[in-house]
């Protein structure tokens, strides 16, 4: 009977080694079901991008959804393909991981994606590679022994240039006040000596009138032209301001905060901004791009229920434009984004940072001017410039700037 007993628990415990070493060979054989070909890792990576992934999903982290971090050793790639595709309809069907994941995160529905296997699969491909290459964390300043903060870039901390300053108004002081010892020794040795005529008597022993001196001439005379000169600097300053708004940040009909959507969730600007690649404008956002998320996301919030009653009543929401060029200027955003690859917080400053968004640039033409007189072309790649290239290239050694394609030219924003 007790051999029996071991007979049976030994197979038990063989059976659950068999079981577990099966599972993790499993495992291993759906993560080598993932592809680390670069090209679709590329791929992967601007579909994660463009179907805002990251707007509910980290690679490392819980986020409103899961961490995808090894979602290929948790689920097999064939139930990966329907959820993502359709969760809602694997939830209905009554699978268990499904309805697990639907209660873990109170009831949140992740929406369909019109995407093919082939796609989400190379959305696992980027997951994967993001796993197994973790991005180096970027560090902007570095700590000296001190603990004083200096920039990566090098530089004077702001610590010490203080000191420097401190020590050099010292200094001055120190400079008058020797000024003045000197200027009272070398008197008193004037006065001392006996053969001064007295004419350099006077000068010797004249005392200094401060009164007289403000009503001099000569110091009413200064006076006068430094405030004419400020007061003609105020107006011409005044009037360079016309029609500069920078720094204005007007109260909008619904409180959003980019700072929580394109800076904690990391959603691109093109996601809610969809013309600024493919057009003139970036387009102010419609109601139903909004509930493409706030369909289930906050929906309790008082400022969302704003997005439902714009949504029933079939009117846009009354955003108040902040970034205005005038009539007599073209700009065209899908030219400097889409072909020039200029950074949104080139003009509209760290908006992932801005609680409430603001005019960052003057946009005027003096600093548009300036951008094209410093921004080299961003030719890579682009077979229209590459003879353009050749051509510069032959006759200077600086990069070719926006200016040596007529980026100066009148007519480029005014026609």
């Not at 499904?98 to 992740?110: H, R, V």
């Not at 919030?301 to 434009?321: D, F, H, M, N, T």
């Amino acid at each position: 009977m007790l051999a029996k007993r071991i007979i049976v628990r030994f197979a038990a415990a063989c059976l659950f080694v068999c079981c577990f070493v099966f599972s993790g060979v499993q495992a291993y054989a759906q993560r080598d079901a993932v592809p680390t070909d670069e090209a679709i890792i590329a791929e992967g990576e601007k579909l994660f991008s463009e179907w805002a992934c990251n707007t509910c999903h980290r690679v490392d982290q819980k986020l409103v959804g899961p961490a995808l971090k090894g979602v290929y050793d948790r689920r097999s790639v064939d139930w990966i393909y329907q959820f993502v595709q359709n969760s809602q309809r694997l939830i209905a069907s009554g699978d268990a991981q499904a309805n697990a994941i639907y209660e873990e995160f109170g009831g949140l529905q992740m929406p369909s994606h019109d995407l093919t296997d082939d796609q989400v699969l190379s959305i696992m491909a980027y997951v994967r590679h993001t796993e197994e290459n973790p991005p180096a964390a970027a560090t902007a300043t570095d700590t000296a022994g001190d603990g004083t903060q200096v920039a990566a870039e090098g530089g004077i901390p702001s610590k010490y240039l203080n000191i420097i300053i401190g020590a050099l108004i010292v200094v001055l002081v120190l400079i008058l006040i020797v000024l003045g010892l000197i200027i009272g020794v070398l008197k008193k040795y004037l006065q001392d000596k006996a053969d001064l005529d007295e004419e350099d008597q006077e000068v010797v022993n004249e005392k200094f009138d401060l009164m007289a001196f403000v009503k001099s001439p000569t110091v009413i005379g200064i006076i006068t032209f430094l405030v004419i000169v400020l007061a003609a600097k105020n107006v011409i300053d005044g009037l360079y301001t016309v029609g500069v708004q920078q720094g204005y940040q007007p109260t909008q009909p619904i409180a959003f905060s980019h700072k929580i959507h394109a800076g904690q969730y990391e959603i691109d600007c093109q996601y809610c901004h969809t013309g600024v690649e493919i057009g003139k404008n970036a387009n102010i956002p419609s109601v139903n791009i909004c509930m493409n998320c706030h369909s289930a996301i906050k929906t309790d919030s008082p400022e969302i229920q704003k997005l439902y009653a714009a949504q029933e009543s079939g009117e846009p929401i009354e955003w108040v434009r902040i970034h205005n060029l005038p009539d007599l200027a073209y700009f065209n955003h899908s030219q400097h984004v889409n072909v020039g690859g200029i950074a949104c917080q080139t003009c509209h400053g760290e908006i992932q940072e801005m609680e409430v968004v603001k005019q960052h640039a003057p946009l005027t033409m003096g600093w548009c001017i300036d951008c094209h007189r410093n921004t080299s072309l961003n030719t890579k790649g682009n077979g229209y410039y590459d003879k353009l290239v050749e051509l510069h290239n032959s006759n200077a050694a600086t990069p070719m700037k926006v200016t040596d394609i007529g980026g100066l030219e009148c007519a480029k924003c005014h026609y």
